[in-house]
């Protein structure tokens, strides 16, 4: 018998209406008809191009929730009321499936409130990849090698990562019972409420979903955590995690060399509404 769990957004059309914003079945991930609600204030804008990026965070924090992300839809369903609104919105969906390249069907349609102009709906198969929460010294260890291996000249030590676990919130990722990467949130800080995000998958395992699966969960958090903007920090020799960023519409803003060092670093900045 499979496994199958509901998703719960918030959403007070679920409760009165008696829908889950997701059910997870097994390896299947099914996403209900999401639109651009807020959840946590039930507003919608009036603009199609902003509800088109607030359904993608609904439906990335469900995917987050269900333990995979955008790499993992194999079926998406876009449903307007107005055709012409369905092209000012290409440049958004692009930047959540333009690598993954699901199967796609756009539908001319009346949508239950006046207020909605689109409406997304997505299917995903999980690749059988656990993202974790980093709760144990064992745990912690494998987070300090993959940190380690990704960046050595910010090489790490037990104790460092530790105090690390401390502040942020450090996850790991297995495929099956094998370490491929691991991520760190940084909780928002400052006026601007800019929270980090970064997402690190060991060579071996890259060009297989892992890094945005990880990425995804941890943008997930972050906005939930009340971000306003998210970074992310990139050692300029890592030329896979450079294109990775840039991919998912981080922008560089600045380039700098620590102290005492010789290593070129490149913090990349995304609006939150980013996908």
């Known amino acids: 018998m499979t496994n199958r769990r509901a998703i719960l957004s918030g959403?007070?059309?679920?409760?009165?209406?008696?829908?889950?914003?997701a059910v997870v079945d097994g390896d299947w991930v099914h996403v209900s008809g999401t639109t651009g609600f807020d959840y946590?204030?039930?507003t919608i804008s009036d603009d199609v191009v902003e509800q088109a990026e607030q359904c993608l965070r609904n439906i990335g924090a469900a995917l987050a929730e269900a333990g995979c992300g955008f790499s993992d839809v194999v079926r998406v369903r876009y449903l307007l009321p107005e055709r012409d609104d369905f092209e000012p919105c290409w440049p958004v969906l692009r930047r959540a499936f333009g690598e993954v390249r699901p199967a796609a069907t756009m539908m001319?349609?009346?949508?239950?409130?006046p207020r909605?102009?689109?409406?997304?709906?997505?299917?995903?198969?999980?690749?059988?990849?656990?993202?974790?929460?980093?709760?144990?010294?064992a745990m912690l260890e494998e987070w300090r090698?993959?940190?380690?291996?990704?960046?050595?000249?910010?090489?790490?030590?037990?104790?460092?990562?530790r105090e690390r676990l401390g502040r942020y919130r450090l996850e790991n990722a297995y495929l099956g019972d094998v370490l491929v990467g691991c991520s760190t949130v940084r909780p928002p800080e400052g006026e601007q409420g800019v929270a980090t995000v970064i997402a690190r998958v060991l060579p071996e395992y890259r060009g297989r979903g892992f890094g945005a699966a990880l990425y995804e969960k941890g943008l997930a958090h972050a906005r939930v955590l009340g971000a306003e903007a998210v970074?992310?920090?990139?050692?300029?020799?890592?030329?896979?995690?450079?294109?990775?960023?840039?991919?998912?519409?981080?922008?560089?803003?600045?380039?700098?060399?620590?102290?005492?060092?010789?290593d070129l670093w490149i913090d990349l900045r995304l609006a939150v509404g980013g996908s």
């Open 145 to 161: 090698f993959v940190h380690n291996a990704i960046v050595p000249p910010a090489a790490m030590s037990l104790d460092g990562a």
């Open 11 to 21: 959403s007070t059309f679920e409760e009165q209406i008696g829908y889950a914003r």
């Open 40 to 42: 946590a204030t039930m």
């Open 116 to 137: 909605m102009r689109i409406e997304i709906e997505v299917y995903a198969r999980r690749t059988g990849l656990r993202i974790e929460a980093v709760d144990s010294e």
């Open 108 to 113: 001319v349609v009346g949508l239950a409130d």
């Open 231 to 262: 970074e992310t920090c990139v050692l300029a020799a890592n030329e896979d995690g450079l294109r990775f960023a840039e991919k998912r519409g981080f922008v560089e803003v600045e380039r700098y060399v620590l102290d005492g060092e010789t």
